[in-house]
């Protein structure tokens, strides 16, 4: 193994190579599907939990098993399940969507469940006492109280998607976990260094434009009151 | 072999001393790295929640650093510390650092200042108020964030792999590169969760032994 320097070195000079960006199957093209591998997974688990999470807070059923799967969801390896599915037939891209998804239900489930359920109780009785029937009262009145713990957990699953998809590289996909599992294979530490660093950014900037988003989708009355 | 079954007893019973042994691995570099944050957690913990200023730049470096991915933060300490156990460790440690300093910090913040100030009254000191008072009564949320750390410390161990080293990830590896043996993959996966299970279940325990008085409060 090279000196630490070395490695460094290796690292800023590969990364400071206009074609380690633009080649085919380069830093952005691999970004751009990790991107898109992030939205699909998302999309799903946004799908299954909101709906859900909604139902079950707005019915105030399944408490304890919002709480079970929080916790079972934790001590689930994710690179157990994409193997897993990898054995099953189902390969690199398709596995890891499916996986990043299952490690996004759970979060996303429980921040639409308590947003909903910790509504108002006197706006939820007002909008009953003015007529609205069951679905308007959780339309209108429940999920929009609800948005500001609706968006932190979106915020949330979309960081963990995005950091859960490098793991793809280690069934045969794709993204930028490619890097990683490419400098690995032919030891070229420094382009794991390296490959490391941009997964770690691209988490990060993320993050960061989320961040910004979460305040953007927060309604104005309930951002200033958090304010 | 007849086909590749997802369960085969088989598989484990003649593959038991190395499941053994990497479980043994996996669960010694997590008790390594739960214990080694819990040090580091635990009293900076206690100095951010004394000093309000340190709490924000703290707490958001610990929260930046969560956001790295496990896979990115072991590529990044590998060529530097060098392949195998050391850049997992010390990655494992930074993720479970934060969730047992958070923990901390808002077991700290629940203190009743009414028992601070009886205490206070009584003579103790800044030092004996932490350690007799302000200490036991975090305690509670002390060990949930511990049973957390250490629970998801069990997953990442998995990612390890990637630098060499990965505890039960390194059979479910080999499984998947073994021409995709779903048997050992399943037992390895099974494991994981297991041993997340015990060791949740060994510091329930502790927990429970350690705060006696809440026990008696709800019998």
């Known amino acids: 193994m090279s000196a630490p320097t070395g490695v460094v070195q290796q690292a800023i000079v590969w990364l400071n190579d206009p074609l380690t960006w633009t080649e085919p199957g380069g830093i952005l093209e691999l970004a751009g599907e990790h991107l898109v591998m992030t939205a699909i997974a998302v999309v799903i688990a946004a799908a299954v939990a909101i709906p859900t999470g909604a139902w079950l807070g707005h019915s105030g059923r399944g408490a304890g098993t919002v709480v079970w799967l929080t916790n079972a969801s934790r001590a689930l390896p994710t690179l157990g399940i994409i193997l897993l599915l990898a054995a099953g037939g189902l390969f690199g891209n398709t596995a890891t969507v499916i996986a990043a998804a299952f490690f996004a239900v759970p979060v996303l489930l429980v921040n639409t469940y308590e947003g909903v359920r910790g509504a108002d109780p006197d706006a939820k009785d007002a909008a009953r006492g003015m007529g609205m029937s069951d679905g308007r009262i959780l339309l209108q009145v429940e999920l929009p109280l609800a948005t500001t713990l609706v968006s932190a957990g979106l915020r949330v699953t979309i960081v963990q998607v995005v950091a859960t998809i490098p793991l793809a590289a280690l069934a045969g996909g794709g993204g930028l976990g490619q890097i990683i599992a490419l400098g690995m294979g032919t030891q070229r530490y420094g382009e794991v260094l390296a490959g490391g660093v941009v997964v770690a950014g691209l988490c990060l900037l993320i993050d960061a434009v989320l961040a910004v988003g979460q305040r953007l989708a927060t309604p104005a009355p309930l951002r200033l009151r958090a304010g | ?219």
């Open chain 2, 1 to 219: 072999m007849p086909g590749n079954p997802w369960f085969s007893w088989s598989y484990v019973v003649n593959n038991a001393p190395l499941i053994w042994q990497r479980t043994l691995e996996h669960a010694g570099l997590t008790i390594e790295a739960v214990l080694i944050s819990a040090a580091i957690a635990i009293p900076l913990g206690a100095l951010v929640s004394r000093s309000r200023w340190l709490a924000g730049p703290v707490l958001g470096t610990a929260a930046v650093m969560y956001t790295v991915p496990s896979l990115a933060l072991f590529a990044i300490l590998a060529p530097l510390l060098g392949i195998g156990r050391t850049p997992v460790l010390v990655g494992l440690v930074v993720y479970a650092l934060l969730i047992i300093l958070r923990n901390t910090v808002a077991g700290l913040s629940t203190v009743d200042p009414a028992v601070t100030d009886a205490a206070r009254g009584l003579g103790y000191g800044p030092g004996r108020l932490l350690v007799q008072v302000a200490m036991p009564s975090a305690l509670p949320s002390i060990i949930a964030g511990l049973r957390l750390a250490t629970v998801s410390t069990v997953a990442l161990v998995t990612v390890g792999v990637v630098v060499g080293y990965g505890g039960l990830g390194q059979l479910m590896f080999q499984g998947f590169r073994n021409n995709f043996y779903r048997a050992e993959i399943m037992t390895a996966t099974l494991a994981t969760i297991l041993l997340a299970l015990v060791l949740d279940l060994a510091l329930w325990a502790v927990g429970r032994a350690l705060t006696p008085w809440l026990r008696r409060r709800t019998a």
